[in-house]
């Protein structure tokens, strides 16, 4: 199988952490949900891709 998780993919995530960091937490759930508000034009397959970086990438923040 390829890549799951393109350069597109989390350029886009990484901005959209960038604009409101306070919105997103580590929970993938709750990060789901803040992506529909956002009004992305996402399939339900990349949003949950998407909710997944911002999860990983937020827990990988906190570590360091």
Do not use: C, H, W
């Amino acid at each position: 199988m390829g890549k799951q998780r393109t350069r597109v993919m989390k350029r886009q995530a990484q901005r959209i952490y960038e604009k409101a960091p306070e919105e997103f937490s580590e929970d993938f759930q709750k990060n789901k949900e803040k992506l529909k508000e956002f009004e992305l034009p996402l399939s339900k397959v990349n949003r949950n891709i998407m909710a997944g970086y911002l999860t990983n990438l937020i827990r990988e923040r906190k570590e360091e």
